[in-house]
């Protein structure tokens, strides 16, 4: 089974840094788009970042845009989230989710492989 496994989340302070890694599982996931999805208590899933499956096109939801960066390496199958001047907003379980087809997407519905969530908590 097809498996998207994040880490590198945790407990920072308001302005600090963290990058999120994603490692996919199947060499043939280097040719689906990812995209970083967040989800805060008693929210909804929200679209943070996506990136084609060439890595030539990124978006961005307006809240992040200037402060993350998505990027991914296709040669080793990862994907990352580098994330700075975090703010307590930033608050939540990020997921990596990668979609068949190499266009990236920014919603959620697009997406049916998903990680198990890592933790981000930016504390004021």
């Known amino acids: 089974q097809v498996q998207l496994v994040e880490s590198g989340g945790g407990l920072v302070q308001a302005g600090d840094s963290l990058r999120l890694s994603c490692a996919a599982s199947e060499r043939t996931f280097s040719t689906y788009a990812k995209g970083w999805f967040r989800q805060a208590p008693g929210k909804e899933r929200e679209f943070v970042a996506t990136?084609?499956?060439?890595?030539?096109?990124?978006y961005y939801a307006d809240s992040v845009k200037g402060r993350f960066t998505i990027s991914r390496d296709n040669a080793k199958n990862m994907v990352y989230l580098q994330m700075n001047s975090l703010k307590p907003e930033d608050t939540a379980v990020y997921y990596c989710?990668?979609?068949?087809?190499?266009?990236?997407?920014?919603?959620?519905?697009?997406?049916?492989?998903w990680g198990q969530g890592t933790q981000v908590t930016v504390s004021s």
């Open positions: 989710a990668a979609k068949s087809g190499g266009a990236s997407s920014r919603s959620v519905y697009d997406y049916a492989n």
């Open positions: 990136i084609n499956w060439l890595g030539g096109t990124t």
